[in-house]
């Protein structure tokens, strides 16, 4: 069965008086803000919070200081809840009110029904692309742990290149990006990557993962360069910035790299309550990723 959602487009019909306002916009103002200096934004993994698949994690970011959340498409045997045209409603609503993105959408729970070997997977991943689109987000991280764990699996590994390359011209026509999240190393992301052959498919890295796997996630960085989608900003050692993970140079990889995409806080250690740490993660990396730069 085909996935259902709701069209963006239809659901911002009645905000014709933002897009008149927009359109009044002076050409020296358009010049002024394609001038502006690009920084960073900074969301949060709504199961970080408690919240996930929850429009209410929206709010939750919002209060704790932060521009976006990673949403979750959550469980499912048949079809995943995010499939559900209302559910998407209700998130766009969110947005709206809140004043806050949906920086990406996850899909956690392919660690438990893995892509390399469940039937469903293929069909879920084309339809998270009709989400997306409908949702108007650019980013699908697509986990490979648990279940779904890719190391020292050579089959597995070749089974996922196979779907990827059937799925990424859709993903490609569509605008978005299908980011994989494992315990590869860079090298072995690139030739996944260059085995499946479209723009369409990147690493979505995660400084957190990388460290406890022991790569240098320094030079990972400036390897993967371009083919980086997002990433997620985590410490298995500690709260950001009291770990083993040194942000300062994370910023001078980076840079050298030139992303300016979203940082997503996926805390692992929260001494202070879930949210409380979501909140101080942020303030500390405001401090090396601020808005502007």
């Not at 976006?68 to 709206?96: H, I, S």
């Not at 742990?145 to 190391?151: A, E, S, V, W």
Request: proline letters at 3%; glycine letters at 8%.
């Amino acid at each position: 069965m085909k996935c259902p959602f709701i069209n963006r487009r239809q659901f911002l019909i009645g905000t014709a008086g933002a897009a008149a306002s927009l359109a009044m916009t002076s050409c020296a103002s358009v010049s002024q803000l394609t001038k502006a200096p690009r920084g960073f934004k900074l969301a949060v993994c709504d199961w970080t919070i408690g919240k996930r698949t929850d429009p209410a994690s929206l709010e939750a970011a919002k209060r704790l200081g932060l521009d976006g959340v990673q949403v979750d498409f959550g469980g499912g045997q048949d079809n995943l809840q995010l499939c559900n045209p209302d559910l998407q409603k209700r998130f766009l609503e969110q947005a709206k009110k809140q004043q806050i993105e949906i920086a990406s959408l996850a899909m956690g729970v392919l660690n438990e029904v893995p892509y390399k070997s469940d039937l469903r997977t293929e069909r879920w991943v084309s339809e998270a692309i009709d989400v997306a689109r409908a949702m108007d987000v650019k980013v699908i991280l697509l986990a490979f742990f648990g279940n779904g764990d890719l190391k020292n699996d050579k089959q597995g590994v070749n089974t996922v290149v196979t779907r990827l390359k059937k799925v990424a011209p859709k993903a490609k026509k569509a605008g978005v990006i299908l980011g994989i999240e494992s315990w590869l190393s860079a090298e072995q992301h690139l030739d996944i990557i260059d085995r499946v052959g479209s723009s369409a498919v990147k690493v979505y890295y995660d400084v957190g993962n990388s460290t406890q796997a022991g790569y240098d996630i320094y030079k990972e960085i400036r390897l993967l360069a371009k083919q980086i989608c997002e990433i997620h900003a985590k410490d298995y050692k500690d709260v950001l910035g009291k770990g083993s993970i040194d942000f300062k140079k994370v910023r001078q990889a980076i840079d050298d790299i030139g992303y300016r995409g979203w940082l997503v806080i996926e805390s692992v250690k929260t001494p202070l309550g879930a949210e409380e740490t979501v909140r101080q993660d942020g303030l500390f990396l405001r401090q090396i990723f601020p808005p502007k730069v």
